[in-house]
């Protein structure tokens, strides 16, 4: 059962007048909830909770903060149908993919969970004292990671479990001894508050400190603006638009005490397709990526949307049939009204550049937020000489670059912003050019993918999901996989520190 209130450490707390309600995207209509903004002083009282619960929550043991990760993924499935049926009506995506991503969003905390029970994960070193060292003595030094604080989470709208309330940024940083003050998704207020439930549940039940979880509700930026700039957060998580990321990110910088944001932005993932699988498995190659380029709607950060190939009559019959199996696969409910808008206006502004050719596209009626899949194709001189090509399409879009020749091609990548990924797909024939191609990627992107989909992503100690700006904010870490945890830690070092008094890892 829903209240439409926000969670302040354990209690639920409305002491606002504005509210919003949630979309039911297939029915194109409201659902019934009205959800409280968060005031300021509720907001204040988050943090404060938050730092409050900090003090003790950072010193409590690897295996206390397991049992709560593993409590917070058993009341998750607990929720069971109340879940996946508020997750559907609030986002349209389908039965199995609320099912499926429930699984990655307990799976993930339960890998937090394993990943804390050893101290391994602080990668503690110890460098022991030299007294008789000359012309000094050598001081005893042991080095090993400490939560930064409270860390503010952005729920991201395209992923209303994995990368939500209790999603990646929230189970690593809950596992690293931050407590989390979770910003949700106006799209999905009724998914985040019953998630946060279930974390309040699993705080309770296993005795953690009141404040360590919060759930904030607003939308129109007030409460997320207020959260960033409140003195007493320590870094920010938050997956969603460049706009978002970036203005979160500059409001972060002008703090008195700046603190890091660790957004993961746009990407339009090029996949360059060699001339030898265009010459040989151009068939299965199209196959393959029209299921790709729709899977949810398009609506993933990994999404394929930018196909480089090199120009030439195969190409054209690849791109046609790509377009027609892609045109072909039924049109799909989007998250929101908005984001459909979005997928629109980005679609035009690509559309509408000198030389860029629509191949395929769905026409005809279909319902209000369903997306019609597009695959357009453009010359690679007239995509390098017009930026606006590269902006993001997000949903079932894909432009094909037809490069003169592989010259050409590697100038297109070297024109590319920062990517979260990159796909080569070739022959053992073309494999005498890929040094060049990879190469160019390794500039542009957090990962490399042979002969596969970008879509799809890993949740595994050697997974990067993050790039150059603006894939990521800081590319020198993942947003998915164990070493997301990298993110809320700091480096501290103890010198000539009793052993007595030194942490259990560092003795
Ligand atoms: P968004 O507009 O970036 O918003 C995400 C969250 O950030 C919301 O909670 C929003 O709060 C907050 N926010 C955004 N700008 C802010 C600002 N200037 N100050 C304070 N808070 C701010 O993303 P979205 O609503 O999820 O989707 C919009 C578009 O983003 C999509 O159409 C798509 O193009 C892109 N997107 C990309 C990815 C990706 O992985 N590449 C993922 C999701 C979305 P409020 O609700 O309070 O405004």
Redesign the pocket.
């Known amino acids: 059962m829903i209240t439409g209130k926000n969670y302040i450490g354990n209690q639920l707390s409305a002491k606002g007048a504005t509210t919003h309600k949630t979309v039911n995207p297939k029915l194109n209509k409201e659902n019934p909830t009205a959800f409280f903004q968060a005031t300021s002083e509720e907001v204040n009282d988050a943090v404060e909770l938050a730092d409050q619960a900090f003090k003790v929550y950072r010193n409590i043991s690897g295996k206390q903060r397991a049992d709560f990760l593993n409590a917070i993924a058993d009341e998750i499935l607990a929720l069971d149908n109340e879940l996946t049926d508020m997750y559907m009506s609030e986002s349209g995506l389908p039965e199995g993919r609320a099912q499926g991503e429930r699984g990655r969003t307990v799976g993930q905390l339960r890998a937090f969970a394993d990943l804390i029970l050893t101290e391994n994960w602080r990668s503690n070193t110890i460098d022991e004292a030299i007294p008789t060292r000359q012309p000094f003595p050598k001081s005893d030094i042991r080095k090993t990671s400490i939560p930064l604080g409270p860390v503010v989470v952005?729920?991201?709208?395209?992923f209303p479990l994995a990368f939500s309330t209790a999603g990646g940024d929230t189970a690593s940083a809950l596992a690293s001894g931050c407590p989390v003050i979770v910003?949700s998704?106006?799209?999905h207020s009724g998914t985040g508050e019953l998630v946060a439930s279930a974390i309040i549940k699993a705080a309770e039940k296993t005795g953690m400190p009141n404040g360590v979880f919060s759930n904030i509700t607003?939308?129109?930026?007030?409460?997320?603006?207020a959260l960033?700039k409140h003195p007493k957060v320590k870094a920010v998580g938050?997956?969603?638009?460049i706009?978002?990321?970036r203005?979160?990110y500059n409001?972060a910088a002008e703090r008195e005490e700046p603190i890091p944001v660790f957004a993961?932005?746009?990407?339009i993932n090029p996949v360059v397709v060699m001339p030898n699988v265009i010459k040989n498995k151009a068939e299965e190659t199209a196959v393959t990526y029209a299921s790709s380029i729709t899977l949810g709607t398009g609506q993933f950060?990994t999404n394929p949307g930018l196909l480089l190939t090199i120009a030439g009559e195969k190409t054209d019959d690849f791109v046609k049939d790509l377009a027609e199996k892609t045109v072909a696969i039924a049109p799909q409910c989007m998250l929101h009204p908005?984001?459909k808008d979005?997928?629109v206006s980005?679609g035009e502004i690509v559309t509408s550049q000198p030389g860029v050719e629509i191949v395929g596209k769905v026409e005809g009626n279909i319902e209000p937020n369903f997306a019609e899949s597009t695959i357009a194709a453009v010359s690679g001189s007239d995509f390098l000489a017009n930026p606006k090509m590269h902006t993001?399409v997000?949903g079932p879009f894909s432009l094909v670059v037809k490069a003169k020749d592989q010259g050409e091609l590697v100038e297109v990548i070297d024109s590319l912003e920062g990517q979260l990924t990159g796909t080569v797909l070739a022959e053992k024939e073309d494999f005498t050019n890929l040094p060049t191609i990879a190469d160019a990627l390794q500039s542009k992107v957090g990962r490399i993918i042979f002969n596969g989909v970008p879509t799809g992503v890993e949740v595994c100690e050697s997974m990067t999901h993050g790039g150059p700006y603006p894939a990521s904010s800081d590319s020198r870490f993942t947003a998915v996989g164990l070493g997301a945890i990298k993110r809320w830690i700091r480096p501290f070092s103890y010198q000539d520190w009793p052993v007595e008094l030194l942490p259990e890892g560092l003795k």
């Open positions: 952005f729920a991201a709208s395209n910003k998704h106006a799209m607003g939308s129109g930026r007030v409460v997320g603006t960033v938050f997956t969603g638009s706009a978002g990321g203005a979160l409001l993961e932005m746009g990407s950060c908005n984001i979005g997928f980005n993001e997000f």
